[in-house]
C-alpha cells in the first residue's frame, strides 16, 4: 500500500512540473511569434531598416576622436559591425578594412569575453575604429543584434542597405 501510494505522489509531483514546463515553453513561444510579427517580410530585422534614419549617437574612436552621426553625411558610409565573440568576424574585418581605403567607412567592435587585439589589428587601416562594450552607443543606434553586420548609409544619414555578408555592401559603394 505505501508503496502504491508513493508511487502515485511521484507522478503526481512530476505532472506538475511537466505542465509548469509546459507553460512556460508555451509562453516562450508566443513571445517568439509576436517578435516575429513585427517583421512585415518574414526576414528578421537585425539592425535598422533600409531607408531609416541613423538616430543620434556618440562615440570615441581608438585615436580619441569624437565621432557621432554626422560623420555618416559625408557621402555613401560603410558601417561595419564586429564582435569579438564572433567567429565569422576576424576573418571579415580585412576585406572591411580594404573597403575603407575607397569609401569612408567606420568600423564598430564590440568586446565581448575574447580581447579586441586581433579585430583591431585587422581593422588597422580603418580610419574610424570604435571599440564599445555591448549595447555601445553606436550598436544601440543602428539596433544590432547579431553579427557582423555591415550598413550603407547615405549622405542624408539614412540606411541604403544592410547585410551580414560585406560582397553586396562593396558594390552598392562602388556604383
Known sequence: ????????????????VNLVLTGGIIRKLREYERERARHTDGRWQVGLADGTKVPSFTAATTTGETVDEEVL?????????????CGS???KAPAFAD???????????STGRTAADDLLQA?????????????????T???VAAY???FLVGPDGAVLASSHELDPMRRLARA
Open 1 to 16: 500500500m505505501t508503496i502504491g501510494l508513493s508511487a502515485v505522489l511521484v507522478l503526481t509531483g512530476l505532472v506538475a
Open 123 to 139: 581593422l588597422d587601416a580603418v580610419g574610424r575604429v570604435v571599440v564599445e562594450g555591448e549595447a555601445g552607443p553606436v550598436a
Open 99 to 109: 573597403t575603407a581605403t575607397a569609401t569612408p567607412a567606420l568600423a564598430v567592435v
Open 148 to 150: 557582423p553586420l555591415f
Open 141 to 143: 543606434a543602428f539596433a
Open 89 to 91: 568576424c576576424l576573418p
Open 73 to 85: 553625411r559625408d557621402g555613401v558610409t560603410l558601417v561595419g559591425f564586429f564582435s569579438t565573440d
